[in-house]
């Protein structure tokens, strides 16, 4: 079965400093990874996917992720973060044959102090 | 382009009440329709998922029901809501050959 761990559940920056936000999950298959951002009583806006190709993902807001298959992992990352970059991040997984659900992490909550 | 739609954007409801819940797709056809809750601000728990009209699969068992009456509308039902059935609700759909989903506004539900 399919399962993604979103390592940090809270990650604490300063404005402009660089942040990393770590995605590991496990599958058997080949999958199709995604990151979402959720603004408060929002809905969740696809930040970046990787389906195939290029493992350097690039996505909205500046935002990018690099998908390592050996380590299972899909970290996505920004080099310098902003105020309004506050915000619950979700890490997803998917893959063929699976009615295209996806498979949630937890979620972590990015909040960037001036 | 697609668009998604869900109505009320809040509700507050009396533990008994009725509950119904709507979500409609604009600018596709044949969607994949899910509905989520997301309790306390944290994760998302996949309740219902429907692959066309008249056909909804159950994720977990609970007092919830969900309706897929025309292509693009998908419907959340409870005949008798609890206080657990508290958070809010998330509506999103994925095109054909698609994997990614994209979500609607959501309905924060408060059972009092």
């Known amino acids: 079965a399919q399962s993604v761990t979103q390592l940090d559940s809270q990650v604490p920056v300063f404005e402009e400093a660089p942040v990393e936000l770590r995605c590991n999950y496990s599958s058997s298959v080949s999958v199709y990874l995604f990151w979402y951002v959720q603004y408060p009583n929002q809905g969740l806006q696809l930040l970046l996917k990787y389906l195939s190709g290029s493992t350097l993902v690039k996505g909205i807001n500046g935002f990018e992720a690099e998908f390592n298959k050996s380590q299972t992992s899909f970290h996505l990352r920004k080099p310098s973060v902003h105020i309004s970059d506050t915000a619950e991040y979700f890490c997803?997984?998917?893959?063929?044959?699976?009615?295209?659900?996806?498979?949630w992490g937890l979620g972590t909550s990015l909040a960037v102090n001036p | 382009s697609q668009t998604i739609h869900q109505w009320p954007a809040t509700l507050v409801q009396p533990v008994g009440s009725p509950l119904s819940l709507e979500c409609t797709v604009e600018?596709?056809?044949?969607?994949?329709l899910y509905w989520y809750r997301q309790a306390a601000g944290r994760g998302l728990q996949l309740l219902f998922y429907?692959?066309?009209?008249?056909?909804i699969s159950s994720e977990v068992p609970q007092n919830l029901s969900a309706s897929r009456p025309q292509d693009r509308q998908f419907i959340l039902s409870s005949k008798k809501l609890l206080l657990s059935d508290s958070g809010f609700y998330l509506c999103a759909w994925n095109g054909l050959q698609t994997y990614e989903q994209y979500f609607g506004p959501g309905t924060r539900l408060t059972v009092t």
């Open positions: 429907s692959v066309g009209i008249g056909q």
């Open positions: 997803a997984v998917s893959h063929a044959g699976n009615n295209r659900k996806l498979i």
């Open positions: 600018g596709t056809s044949n969607p994949n």
